[in-house]
């Protein structure tokens, strides 16, 4: 399992991180050593919004193609990267049948970049009426599952659909020791809803 | 109101960012654009607990005695600087009444700098056992106040306590605000624990 983050000056931290930390328990927590995390982009250091906070990317413009799953968060720098043809061409490189993640005004990426037509889709409340523009249909959710893509509604959504990730590509049992390590109560409709 | 975040080799990058989220948001949501924030340390850049994530040290090695508020998040890291003294001395420096706040295991570093004698704290469950050492009676609360020392539990427990003290600063009202534009749900008894 091949795991890329996709991450570019503006985007929000937490939802970054809330979606990372869980998964990297996986590896910490010693359930899968080997799953692979990359953080791509197309510049060598980004800053989220802020501009205080700088990640380093690890893998700089390379095609997305070999990864099974590509996870995009959200944040203030989206609407910039929504007319950058270089960035959405970078994304158009990912494999199709991959499963495309996002977080909060992430979905707004995959959107432009042709991948949400006729799915629904989770994302910031603020931003409902941005993503009928892509064929979508937008769900009131925490998390939404439509085939391949699946999406989370804002910010702290991404730590819900960092363990749901968890929960799908290993099992719930997983997902679970995850959440007590990190003390996080999922919803109450959270595993009824999803699994 | 100068706030210092300090980071080291090994923080959980979740610790730290679910709380400088909601503080950044009180700037970046025009509530008090003149917040001052600082993510302060001893090197120039430190790599998380994973080791893939990197953040920038905007303060390297100042005092931290000019700051009202300093944050300390936990991580593996911590374990190491417990016997650090050159670090311990660095987290000496704060003024003794400014708001001394942790996520997690960061609470093990204000009580081997000495200030959690005789008070109440919240910390990361699996560290109850360790507190005791520094003289202070160990909770099992989301978020503990005890006079100038804010103490949160686990990982995800820096979300609550970020919005508290958005809460401490500012007022509710801001606080609920940012918890909405974050899509966060304050547990039930929040407010009637805290205020």
């Given at each position: 399992m091949k795991i890329a983050f996709v991450i570019y000056d503006g985007v929000t931290a937490l939802d970054f991180i809330g979606v990372y930390d869980s998964l990297s328990?996986?590896?910490?927590m010693s359930f899968d050593k080997d799953l692979f995390i990359d953080i791509?982009?197309?510049?060598?250091?980004?800053?989220?919004?802020?501009?205080?906070?700088?990640?380093?990317?690890?893998?700089?413009?390379?095609?997305?193609?070999?990864y099974d799953m590509v996870i995009i968060p959200g944040g203030l720098g989206i609407r910039r990267l929504m007319n950058d043809e270089h960035f959405i061409s970078y994304i158009k490189t990912v494999n199709p049948e991959?499963?495309?993640?996002?977080?909060?005004?992430?979905?707004?990426?995959?959107?432009v970049a042709g991948f949400l037509k006729n799915k629904k889709v989770a994302a910031n409340k603020k931003i409902f009426s941005?993503?009928?523009?892509?064929?979508?249909?937008?769900?009131?959710?925490?998390?939404?599952?439509?085939?391949?893509?699946?999406?989370?509604?804002g910010v702290t959504a991404g730590i819900d659909l960092g363990l749901f990730l968890c929960g799908i590509l290993y099992n719930k049992d997983i997902m679970y020791k995850?959440?007590?390590?990190?003390?996080?109560?999922?919803?109450?409709?959270?595993?009824?809803?999803?699994?």
């Amino acid at each position: 399992m091949k795991i890329a983050f996709v991450i570019y000056d503006g985007v929000t931290a937490l939802d970054f991180i809330g979606v990372y930390d869980s998964l990297s328990r996986v590896k910490s927590m010693s359930f899968d050593k080997d799953l692979f995390i990359d953080i791509c982009g197309l510049e060598h250091t980004i800053k989220d919004s802020t501009g205080k906070i700088a990640f380093n990317i690890e893998k700089v413009g390379y095609s997305l193609k070999n990864y099974d799953m590509v996870i995009i968060p959200g944040g203030l720098g989206i609407r910039r990267l929504m007319n950058d043809e270089h960035f959405i061409s970078y994304i158009k490189t990912v494999n199709p049948e991959a499963q495309l993640v996002s977080v909060c005004s992430g979905s707004l990426l995959l959107g432009v970049a042709g991948f949400l037509k006729n799915k629904k889709v989770a994302a910031n409340k603020k931003i409902f009426s941005c993503m009928t523009d892509y064929g979508c249909e937008v769900v009131d959710k925490r998390v939404m599952v439509d085939g391949n893509v699946i999406t989370a509604e804002g910010v702290t959504a991404g730590i819900d659909l960092g363990l749901f990730l968890c929960g799908i590509l290993y099992n719930k049992d997983i997902m679970y020791k995850i959440a007590t390590q990190m003390e996080y109560q999922l919803p109450e409709n959270f595993e009824s809803e999803l699994f």
